[in-house]
């Protein structure tokens, strides 16, 4: 479930700019891809197409060969968990923000969403600097704690697709460690597309695309890619 394709893909935010200049690549169903490259190679744009932010000027982009233009948005959003750079929480409880995820999910679930993530002692808390009520503390949430939340949230969700968008790359090399491990228990059988701006951290994924000048300028593994450079 959740192969994406994007098929020649040409992309511009302004017209005397382009970013993506024919760019094809798949990613099988359960498989994970990464994308690396410079920065402002395009690779966020990539995320944001695929999720429908932008269009695409020419070419496709399918999901299970259905061409993500002809699915509606919300069962669109519905199929794609996105863990992106910064999240942004609500002003509310973690619980709270964990449950946006699926707000259908019971209690029990948001509890067991916040174990897999390692937040559990905090999701009663608010996050710092929001409305507290009396006798409630604000929580500082550091920039891997709120990593945290938004991986809570996609556990919770559970959608066949993930975008996982420079995840680690905010983080010390501590969390950055334990964060990747949480990720690898979810993207675990979901179709997973990895935006990232070091090969390192993309050790284990099925494909790494490396994109420059708004081509592909490299594919394989990470032993094919070490080899090459
Ligand atoms: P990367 O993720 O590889 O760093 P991005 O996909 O974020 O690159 O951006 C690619 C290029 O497109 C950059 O030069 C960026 O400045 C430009 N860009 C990104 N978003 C917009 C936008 N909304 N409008 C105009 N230009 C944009
Ligand atoms: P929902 O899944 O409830 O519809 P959104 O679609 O608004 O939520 O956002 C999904 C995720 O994508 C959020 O975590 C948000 O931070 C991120 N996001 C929202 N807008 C953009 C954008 N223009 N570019 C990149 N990421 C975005």
Same mark, same amino acid.
Do not use: C, W
């Given at each position: $479930? !959740? #192969?994406? =394709?994007?098929?020649?893909?040409?992309?511009?935010?302004?017209?005397?700019?382009?970013? /993506?200049?024919?760019?094809?690549?798949?990613?099988?169903?359960?498989?994970?891809?990464?994308?690396?490259?410079?920065?402002?190679?395009?690779?966020?744009? @990539?995320?944001?197409? /695929?999720?429908r932010?932008?269009?695409? $000027?020419?070419?496709?982009i399918t999901i *299970?060969? %259905?061409d993500v233009r002809?699915v509606?948005?919300?069962?669109l959003? =519905?199929?794609? &968990?996105?863990?992106?750079?910064?999240?942004?929480?609500?002003?509310?409880? +973690? =619980?709270?923000?964990?449950?946006?995820?699926?707000? !259908?999910?019971? *209690?029990?679930?948001?509890? %067991?969403?916040?174990?897999?993530? $390692?937040?559990?002692?905090?999701?009663?808390?608010?996050?710092?600097?929001?409305?507290?009520?009396?006798?409630?503390?604000?929580?500082?949430?550091?920039? !891997?704690?709120?990593?945290?939340?938004? @991986?809570?949230?996609?556990?919770?969700?559970?959608?066949? @697709? /993930?975008?996982?968008?420079?995840?680690?790359?905010?983080?010390?090399?501590?969390?950055?460690?334990? +964060? %990747?491990? #949480?990720?690898? +228990?979810?993207?675990?059988?979901?179709?997973?597309?990895?935006?990232?701006?070091?090969?390192?951290?993309?050790?284990? =994924?099925?494909?790494?695309?490396?994109?420059?000048? &708004?081509?592909? #300028?490299?594919?394989?593994?990470?032993?094919?890619? /070490? #080899? %090459?450079?």
């Open positions: $479930q !959740g #192969a994406i =394709a994007f098929k020649d893909v040409h992309f511009h935010y302004d017209p005397d700019r382009p970013i /993506l200049k024919g760019v094809s690549f798949e990613v099988p169903a359960g498989k994970t891809v990464a994308v690396v490259g410079p920065s402002g190679a395009g690779k966020s744009t @990539i995320s944001r197409l /695929l999720y932010f932008y269009d695409v $000027q020419q070419g496709s *299970d060969g %259905q002809e509606t948005q919300k069962s959003r =519905a199929a794609i &968990g996105m863990v992106p750079q910064d999240t942004v929480l609500f002003n509310d409880t +973690i =619980a709270y923000n964990i449950r946006y995820g699926r707000p !259908g999910a019971s *209690d029990a679930e948001i509890q %067991q969403a916040a174990e897999v993530a $390692q937040i559990s002692h905090f999701i009663k808390d608010l996050p710092e600097g929001f409305d507290t009520k009396v006798g409630e503390r604000g929580l500082k949430l550091s920039g !891997g704690e709120k990593q945290r939340v938004a @991986i809570a949230r996609t556990v919770l969700k559970a959608p066949p @697709i /993930l975008i996982l968008d420079e995840a680690t790359s905010a983080l010390d090399t501590t969390t950055e460690h334990e +964060i %990747q491990s #949480a990720l690898d +228990i979810v993207s675990k059988n979901r179709t997973t597309l990895v935006i990232a701006h070091r090969l390192s951290t993309v050790v284990s =994924a099925d494909e790494i695309i490396v994109l420059k000048g &708004g081509e592909i #300028a490299e594919r394989g593994s990470h032993t094919e890619l /070490l #080899a %090459q450079n």
